[in-house]
């Protein structure tokens, strides 16, 4: 285990040298400094439409900084040729593996937990309300949904040899998941054979990201999600996060390295 919390700390570490962390703190600033601007406007319409702007900004640029910092951690070391004395330590290819995966979902995690800090401040601010279990439960279904994105492109840079194709395959999978994966089996019903068995089993398999997209909650202040519900979302993405990475696992101790 001190291993694998080793490398998941070189992995935060590196992602906060580079540009990616600063890009979502910037964006945050910006956008807390919009949501600053109601101030100018006595409607809670308005305060719901530049909630809705900031969460989807969020949401896309945590996508982004976890598509991206995922997709070069194995590439790089190959590149660099860190990756043989990193297996000489003794360290096996697993636990490797499973550090990068720590890394990369703990530094995303840090990320969410700045902007929502922010977000909620200031939201709180002009609605004078403190809905924090509504903004826990939304901040981490997101991060648990990042962990399944995160073992995702960790399978996808063992599959493709550049980090390029591997983020923009990656990008349209899971965008194509989270804008059409609930809507497979509508599509399925009007597709006739061998069309509607195979998009019916592609929607049964894919892991329904859009599932935990709770944006909604915070937007309108809605009752919270019962837990049972909440601990089985929790549940169900550590079990998708599990067989990705378990694939990625099995692939890597194969896979020759050059």
Not at 34 to 41: D, E, H, P
Not at 109 to 136: D, K, P, Q, T, V
Not at 205 to 221: A, G
Not at 236 to 249: D, K, R, T, V
Request: aromatic share 14%; glycine share 6%.
């Amino acid at each position: 285990m001190n291993s694998i919390f080793a490398v998941a700390g070189v992995v935060i570490k590196e992602m906060y040298r580079r540009k990616d962390f600063y890009v979502l703190l910037i964006l945050t600033v910006v956008i807390t400094a919009l949501m600053g601007s109601v101030n100018f406007f006595n409607d809670d319409k308005i305060v719901r439409y530049l909630k809705e702007i900031c969460l989807l900004l969020i949401w896309i640029s945590s996508l982004v900084i976890a598509i991206v910092t995922t997709a070069r951690q194995i590439p790089s070391e190959k590149e660099s040729r860190t990756i043989f004395p990193l297996l000489a330590k003794p360290i096996s290819r697993s636990q490797l593996l499973a550090g990068k995966f720590l890394g990369c979902w703990l530094a995303c995690g840090i990320a969410l937990l700045c902007f929502y800090i922010f977000f909620g401040c200031i939201s709180a601010s002009r609605e004078h309300h403190w809905h924090l279990l509504n903004y826990f439960q939304a901040a981490t279904l997101h991060w648990f949904m990042l962990g399944i994105v995160v073992a995702l492109v960790l399978l996808g840079s063992l599959v493709f040899t550049a980090p390029s194709s591997n983020a923009t395959t990656l990008f349209v999978i899971i965008g194509g998941i989270l804008f059409m994966g609930g809507y497979l089996n509508q599509f399925a019903l009007r597709m006739s054979e061998p069309g509607h068995t195979i998009v019916y089993a592609i929607y049964y398999l894919i892991p329904h990201l859009e599932k935990f997209d709770v944006r909604e909650l915070v937007i309108h202040n809605w009752p919270i999600i019962e837990w049972k519900y909440y601990a089985v979302a929790v549940v169900y993405a550590l079990i998708y996060s599990g067989i990705f990475l378990a694939g990625a696992c099995l692939i890597f101790r194969r896979k020759a390295l050059h």
